[in-house]
C-alpha cells in the first residue's frame, strides 16, 4: 500500500494510487510542483517512474507526448500508462545521466536534429500538435507583457508578464522591446524559408540525458509544438544571442568567437542535413530567425499556466529570456550606427547605462577621431565609475576639438567626481571665456561653488555635510556621478551625511498619513506586544512592505541606491525595515550605536569597511521641537569608550523629503520630543548580504510583507529583500 503524505494536494491522491497501481509502486516522493505541472517519482520492484499530472489546459499534449514516444523509442522515455482527461502521465525511468559534458551536448545536439528531420516526414505524428504562427508572436508577446496583473487568478485563467515579473519589469520590457520589435520580426521572417517540424519546447539541459549504451534521450515534451527547426534552441544555449551570432560568422565565412557554440550549433545543422531537412545555406540563413522566435513564444506560453508553485522562478526565466532579446536587438542595431546611436538615446532615458555605452563604443569603432562620440562615450564611463575610460576619452575628444563645450564640462564633473574641486572651476572658467553665454557651464560653476561650501559647513565642529538633490537628478531619478561621489566622501569622512530633496514632501506626507492608519494604536506609551522599547517613550517597530511603505521609489530609490551599493557592493540586500516613534515628552536617548563591533578580540582593526547602514525619512520634520538624531562625527573609527570622549556632535534638522544616511558604526542618539505630536521615522537599513541584525530583532522579524507583495514587486525590490521570503520559505520546509 503506497504511503501518501497528508500535505501532498489531496488532488493528487487518486493518481498518485492510479500509479502505483499500474506499476505496484512502494513509496512516492515529489519532484516539482508548479503552474503548469506536478511531478512524482515512484518507486517499486522494478525500479522508477514518473508521474507527471498536467493542468486543463495542457491535457492535449498527452495524446501527443503519446505519439512522440512511440515514433522515437530510442529517444524517448517509454510510456507506461496515461488517463489524458485527468492529465495523468505515467513514464518510465530512462536509466540515464544527466548530459553534462560538452561532448554529451554535442551529441544530444546532433541526435536532435536527426529526430527533427525525421518527424518532418510524419505527418501524422506531426497532426497531433499546435503549428506555431510565426507572424502571431510579437503580437502575443506584447499582448502578454501589457496584461494586467491578476492577483488572484484561477487554474487556466489566462495571466500575462505582470503576474510572474510584477507590473514595473512588465511594463519595462514591453516599453523597451515595443521600439525594437520591427527589428525582432524582419529576423523571425526569414524563418519561414524553413518547414515546420517536432519541436521540444523546453530543451534546456534537465530534459537532456544520456543513456547506459551513450545515446541522449529527451525527456517532457508536453510542451511541443511544430515550427521551424532551431525554436527550442535558446533553452539549450541558455540564451539566443550567442548561437545567432555564432551562425551568422558562419553564414559570413568568418571564424566563431565561441568555439564551444559553434561546434553544438555545427552537430545540429549536421543532424538536419543527414536527413535532409534542409541545405547549410538555407539553415544558416534561417536557424537564426527560428531561434528569436522560440524566445518569444516560450515567454509568451508561461500565460496559460497560473500558480503559485514556482512563480518567482519563472519570472527570473522570463527576465533572463527577454534581456536576452534585448541583447539581439542591440547586436542587429550596432550594424547600422544611426540606429545604434537613436538606441543609445532611448537607453539613456531609461538609464541603461551599459546598453547605451556598448552600443556607442560600437560606432565609435568605426568613427574613433569624432569628438562628439568620444565625449559622450566618456559621459557614459563616468556615469559607470569607470573614470580611467572617462577620462582617456575625454581627453581625446579635446585634444581633437580644445573648444569642445560638451567635452571641457565633462571634464569638469569628472574632476569633481575626483573630488578635485580646483581643477574642476578651472576648466568650467576656461569653458566660459570661451563661451560666457553659456547657461550649462554657468550652472556648473554654481554647483562647484554649492560643493565648497559643503565642504567648509561640514569641516565645523557641529556641522555636517548637508547636500541638495537638484531638480533635474530628481526627475531623471538618480544622482549625477559628481553628486554621488560628494555624498560618498562626506559619509565617508564623518559616517553620516544628509541628503536634501530627495523625495516630494506630498508623497512624504502620503506615507505619513498611511503610516498613521495602519501604526496610529501604538501612539502611546504603554505595552506593545509587537514592538521594542528604544528608550523613553520611544518604541521600533517592524513595517510591512505593501504598496505604500514598500513603494519601489521609497524603498529602492534610484537616488539612493548607487550611494548603498558603493559602499556595500552590488549584491546588498536591506536587512531590516523599521520605523521608530518618540512620543511627545520621550527625553534624549543615550549615544550609541546600533551594533556591536563584528570582533571582540584586542587589536581588531577599527578603520573596517562600511558593512551596513541606515537611511533615516522622517515622517514629519526632525527639528529641535520634535527631535533630531545627534551624530558623534567621525565615531565610526572609534571604539565605544574613544566615542564618548568626541566632542563633534552634530544634530541635524532634516525636513521632509531629505534623507539621514548614516553608518551602522556611527554613535548617535535621538533627541528629547518637547513638541506635542507623535515624532515617526521610517528606517532602511541596507547591508553586505552575509550580515543579519542578531541584536535588535530578538522580539521582531526584521521586515514583514503584505500578502502578494513579493509575488509582484520588481526585480530591483527583489534583489534587496527577497532574501528575508527565501528564508522564511525554507523554514517551513518539512524534511
Known amino acids: 500500500m503506497l504511503n501518501i503524505d497528508p500535505h501532498w494536494p489531496a488532488s493528487h491522491t487518486k493518481a498518485l494510487h492510479w500509479a502505483a497501481g ?67 502521465l505515467l513514464v518510465t525511468d530512462h536509466q540515464g545521466v544527466d548530459a553534462d559534458s560538452a561532448e554529451d551536448h554535442d551529441k544530444a545536439a546532433q541526435a536532435y536534429g536527426r529526430l527533427q528531420g525525421k518527424a518532418l516526414q510524419d505527418r501524422q505524428l506531426l497532426a497531433h500538435f499546435e503549428v506555431v504562427d510565426l507572424d502571431r508572436l510579437w503580437p502575443d508577446l506584447r499582448d502578454f507583457l501589457a ?90 544555449f541558455s540564451g539566443c544571442v550567442l548561437p545567432i551570432m555564432q551562425l551568422q560568422r558562419m553564414a559570413d565565412g568568418q571564424p566563431p568567437t565561441d568555439e564551444q557554440v559553434a561546434r553544438r550549433l555545427l552537430a545540429y545543422l549536421k543532424g538536419l542535413e543527414s536527413v535532409g531537412y534542409a541545405d547549410r545555406a538555407t539553415l544558416l540563413a534561417s536557424v537564426p530567425g527560428a531561434i528569436c522566435a522560440g524566445v518569444l513564444r516560450f515567454v509568451a506560453h508561461f500565460g496559460r499556466f497560473p500558480g503559485e508553485g514556482q512563480r518567482a522562478a519563472a519570472g527570473r526565466t522570463m527576465r533572463r529570456r527577454l534581456s536576452g532579446l534585448l541583447d539581439l536587438a542591440d547586436w542587429l542595431a550596432s550594424r547600422e550606427p544611426a540606429t545604434a546611436l537613436a538606441d543609445a538615446d532611448d537607453y539613456e532615458r531609461d538609464q541603461e547605462w551599459p546598453r547605451a555605452m556598448r552600443l556607442v563604443q560600437d560606432v565609435l569603432a568605426r568613427a574613433p577621431q569624432t569628438p562628439a562620440l568620444l565625449t559622450r562615450y566618456g559621459t557614459l564611463a563616468l556615469r559607470q565609475a569607470d573614470l580611467d575610460t572617462a577620462r582617456e576619452a575625454l581627453g581625446e575628444a579635446l ?44 550652472a556648473l560653476r554654481a554647483r562647484i561653488d554649492e560643493f565648497e561650501r559643503v565642504r567648509v559647513a561640514a569641516r565645523a565642529p557641529a556641522g555636517l555635510g548637508r547636500i541638495r538633490v537638484t531638480a533635474q537628478e530628481r526627475r531623471q531619478g ?54 521594542l522599547r528604544t528608550g523613553d517613550k520611544r518604541y521600533m517597530l517592524t513595517l510591512e512592505l505593501d504598496e505604500a511603505l514598500g513603494d519601489p521609489a521609497l524603498v529602492a530609490s534610484g537616488l539612493l541606491l548607487p550611494f548603498v551599493r558603493s559602499r556595500l557592493g552590488d549584491d546588498c540586500v536591506m536587512t531590516t525595515y523599521t520605523a521608530v516613534i518618540s512620543l511627545p515628552g520621550a527625553q534624549d536617548q543615550l549615544m550609541h550605536k546600533d551594533f556591536s563591533p563584528l570582533f571582540r578580540e584586542k587589536g581588531w582593526k577599527l578603520n ?120 522564511l520559505e525554507l523554514a517551513q520546509v518539512d524534511v
Open 608 to 727: 573596517v569597511p562600511c558593512w551596513s547602514l541606515q537611511a533615516i525619512v522622517p515622517l514629519v520634520p526632525m527639528n529641535e521641537a520634535t527631535g533630531g538624531t545627534a551624530i558623534w562625527k567621525g565615531t565610526q573609527r572609534m571604539g565605544e569608550r574613544r566615542s564618548r570622549r568626541q566632542t563633534d556632535v552634530h544634530v541635524p534638522q532634516v525636513p521632509l523629503g531629505s534623507v539621514l544616511l548614516v553608518d551602522y558604526k556611527t554613535a548617535h542618539a535621538g533627541r528629547a520630543n518637547r513638541g506635542d505630536h507623535v515624532r515617526p521615522i521610517v528606517c532602511l537599513a541596507y547591508a553586505r548580504p552575509w550580515f543579519r541584525d542578531s541584536i535588535n530583532h530578538r522580539k521582531q522579524p526584521p521586515m514583514r510583507f503584505q500578502p502578494g507583495y513579493v509575488a509582484t514587486a520588481p526585480k530591483r525590490v527583489l534583489d534587496l529583500v527577497g532574501w528575508w521570503q527565501r528564508d
Open 147 to 236: 496584461r494586467p496583473l491578476v492577483a488572484d487568478a484561477r487554474p487556466g485563467e489566462p495571466v500575462g508578464g505582470a503576474y510572474f515579473m510584477g507590473p514595473e519589469d512588465a511594463a519595462r520590457y514591453l516599453r523597451l522591446l515595443e521600439r525594437r520589435a520591427e527589428r525582432l520580426q524582419s529576423l523571425i521572417a526569414r524563418a519561414h524559408r524553413l518547414p515546420g517540424t517536432l519541436d521540444h519546447g523546453d530543451l534546456n539541459a534537465g530534459n537532456l540525458a544520456i543513456r547506459p549504451d551513450g545515446k541522449p534521450v529527451f525527456i517532457d515534451w508536453d510542451d511541443a509544438f511544430v515550427g521551424p527547426a532551431g525554436m527550442s534552441l535558446h533553452s539549450l
Open 22 to 88: 499500474r506499476m505496484a509502486a512502494e513509496r512516492a516522493e515529489p519532484i516539482a510542483h508548479s503552474g503548469w505541472s506536478s511531478t512524482y517519482c515512484l518507486v517499486g520492484p522494478k525500479g522508477k517512474a514518473y508521474l507527471k499530472l498536467l493542468p486543463q489546459v495542457q491535457r492535449h499534449q498527452i495524446a501527443a507526448t503519446l505519439a512522440v514516444a512511440r515514433r522515437f523509442r530510442a529517444q524517448v522515455p517509454a510510456i507506461i500508462g496515461a488517463e489524458p482527461e485527468q492529465g495523468w
Open 478 to 531: 538618480h544622482l549625477e556621478p559628481e553628486t554621488l561621489a560628494l555624498v560618498i566622501e562626506q559619509f565617508d569622512r564623518y559616517g553620516a551625511v544628509q541628503l536634501d530633496e530627495v523625495f516630494d514632501p506630498a508623497f512624504v506626507a502620503r506615507l505619513q498619513a498611511h503610516f498613521e492608519q495602519k501604526y496610529g494604536r501604538h501612539f502611546h506609551d504603554g505595552h506593545h506586544p509587537h514592538a
Open 399 to 442: 585634444q581633437l576639438d580644445p573648444a569642445h563645450l560638451d567635452a571641457s564640462l565633462a571634464l569638469a564633473r569628472l574632476h569633481m567626481t575626483r573630488g578635485d574641486l580646483g581643477h574642476a572651476k578651472a576648466v568650467v572658467v576656461e569653458a566660459l571665456a570661451e563661451q560666457p553665454g553659456s547657461e550649462a557651464a554657468r
